[in-house]
């Protein structure tokens, strides 16, 4: 297998700074692409890209939620556009208030929209791209205090799908990934909002473990690849057996 399967391409990762999403981008700046690490946390994208060491790595502070923001930051000569900028919530429909609801789905649903919206007039113009959509199981099965989630990912879903069949012809290819419960800070945060425990999480796991930001990130390389390159409006789960049981 070609290890720099992306030499010469230009990647942007929203939700970079962290977890799943700077699984993504080290993994792309790995295999030779220039990668724009973005976060809503300048200090979090700056320390991803100090890390990485050089010029392909490129930190960018951006709240996915607006959109002249998101227009600057988008590059020109976009390949690979990866969104995996989140935020969750642990409620119930009648526990969730209305900011709550509309703020899970201005970073969930709005930000998948805004970079989307903008990358893929880029791509067009360029010949194609590659577009991956960070869902979730959530946005398969119900989750219990989950709803605003929940939601915005199904909305996450059906917006991969549409933009896939009306771009296909353009050469722009648009799939999503949904993990189950992955070993990252996100989830560590939600457990103690929700008053969850890790072993709680790994017991509903038919592989009896949760998975692994590295894991996820490998199934988004082979989405954004040539090797995928018949691939478009589809859905990857990856969950270890969770929506299977």
Known sequence: MDVERFRGKSAFVTGAGSGIGEAVARALHREGARVSIADLSPDRAQAV??????????????????????????????DVLVNVAGIGSTTSAPETSLEIWENVFAVNARGT????????TSMIERGGGSIVNMASVAGIVGLRNRAAYCASKGAVIAFTRALAVDHVAEGVRV???????????WVQRLVAEAGESIDGLRARQPMGRLGQPEEIAEAVLYLASDAAAFVTGSVLTIDGGLTAA
Not at 60 to 74: F, I, N, S
Not at 113 to 120: N, P, Q, S, V
Not at 175 to 185: E, I
């Open 49 to 78: 890209a100090n890390e990485l060491g050089d010029e392909r790595a490129l930190a960018v502070a951006l709240d996915v939620r607006d959109e002249p923001a998101v227009r600057r930051a988008l590059p020109d000569d976009l």
């Open 175 to 185: 799939n999503a990934v949904c993990p189950g419960t992955v070993d990252s800070p």
């Open 113 to 120: 929209f805004l970079t989307c919206k903008y990358a893929i």
